[in-house]
């Protein structure tokens, strides 16, 4: 089946730690996007990226980053800069680079600090 | 920049009884307009969408929108609700030829027997 995997569903960091957030996605689309989903905040562009080898910071980049190496693949690396990186962390994607009409998400990886 | 307001962030409903979410956006420009449901610890699903055409828009699981210009609001009804329809309903915009996506904050529903 075609679609978003997005893994691990939990993950927990140490302090000073960065982690790696992992998104892959087989719809063969060409935009790959990352959103930050705290309670009551409704959902925060971190990054995204319209085609293999760019990518372009969304509202919220600070202590993240990212990289478009393939096609299929937008790991989210959130850094020990990152002071506050407890939350809910989506990936989606969508056919077109330069027009939405439609996103495909993931189910998700909840981020929590030890 | 573009705004999503959902003024409401809690719904409590009875089962069988209808709903109505509200959202307003801010643009003076041609849009399009979407609305997500999220159920708990999953991502989002796309319920309906307003790329353009008719301004009352049907979705899935019964759901339906009606795009109001004038009043830069796309609200989201269902003339009766179910236990299973118990999420968060997120609206969305992105003006036409644009890259990016905005979300509201969200609206719980919580569907009570």
């Known amino acids: 089946d075609g679609g978003i995997t997005q893994s691990p569903k939990y993950l927990f960091r140490k302090e000073g730690q960065n982690v790696t957030l992992s998104c892959e996605q087989n719809l063969n689309h060409d935009a790959m996007y990352w959103y930050r989903q705290d309670p009551g905040q409704g959902l925060r562009l971190i990054y995204y990226s319209q085609i293999v080898n760019d990518f372009q910071k969304g509202d919220i980049a600070e202590g993240y980053s990212v990289s478009r190496e393939k096609k299929e693949s937008f790991p989210l690396t959130v850094t020990s800069a990152q002071k506050n990186p407890t939350a809910f962390y989506l990936c989606a994607s969508s056919p077109s680079g330069t027009v939405i009409e439609k996103l495909f998400f993931g189910s998700g990886t909840q981020l929590s600090v030890l | ?113």
């Not at chain 2, 409401?8 to 009884?17: G, I, K, L, R, T």
């Not at chain 2, 159920?39 to 008719?54: A, M, R």
């Open chain 2, 1 to 113: 920049a573009q705004s999503v307001t959902q003024l409401d962030s809690q719904v409590p409903v009875f089962e069988e009884a209808p709903v109505e979410l509200r959202c307003n956006y801010s643009s003076s420009v041609s849009v399009y307009l979407f609305w997500y449901v999220q159920y708990p610890n999953q991502g989002l699903q796309l319920l309906l969408k307003y790329l353009s055409g008719s301004t009352l828009v049907k979705g899935i699981n019964g759901f339906e929108a009606e795009f109001n210009k004038s009043q830069t609001s796309f609200h989201l009804r269902k003339p009766s609700v179910h236990i299973s329809d118990t999420a968060e309903y997120f609206c969305a915009v992105s003006p036409s030829a644009s890259e990016k996506l905005v979300f509201g904050k969200g609206t719980k529903l919580t569907v009570n027997p």
